[in-house]
Nanobody, 131 residues
Framework: QVQLVESGGGLVQAGASLRLSCTASGSIFAINTMGWYRQAPGKDRELVPIMSRNVTKKYRDSVKGRFTISGDGHKKTVTLPNTVHLKMNNLKAEDTARYYC???????????????????WGQGTQVTVSS
């Protein structure tokens, strides 16, 4: 099993910054992708940013230039670090949501081939931005 634990949410005013963190633990051989989703009341869960094992980062348009995803000691390796951060600058009221960490992992090798497990989720951390 894999556990994801988020931290760093809170209540801030518009224009402020927050940094969210997510740490993965458990039966992990390597992390394939790790990212953040958010869900506001009455809305669908949406991708915020995600980073993959080949260092690719993808952001939704509304957060580009304001949000940055990074990993502890991150460099181009065969695996992502077990902890990733989401630095959110110039927060807006529309960023208010519960933010969830998501990961796809490799739990081991069988016959030299990776065994993937998909869609692990954390419990979420609330971000509230007052205008």
């Amino acid at each position: 099993q894999v556990q994801l634990v988020e931290s760093g949410g809170g209540l801030v005013q518009a224009g402020a910054s927050l940094r969210l963190s997510c740490t993965a633990s458990g039966s992990i051989f390597a992390i394939n992708t790790m990212g953040w989703y958010r869900q506001a009341p009455g809305k669908d869960r949406e991708l915020v940013p995600i980073m993959s094992r080949n260092v690719t980062k993808k952001y939704r348009d509304s957060v580009k230039g304001r949000f940055t995803i990074s990993g502890d000691g991150h460099k181009k390796t065969v695996t992502l670090p077990n902890t990733v951060h989401l630095k959110m600058n110039n927060l807006k009221a529309e960023d208010t949501a519960r933010y969830y960490c998501n990961a796809d992992v490799i739990t081991g090798l069988v016959g030299g081939r990776p065994v993937y497990e998909y869609d692990y989720w954390g419990q979420g951390t609330q971000v509230t931005v007052s205008s």
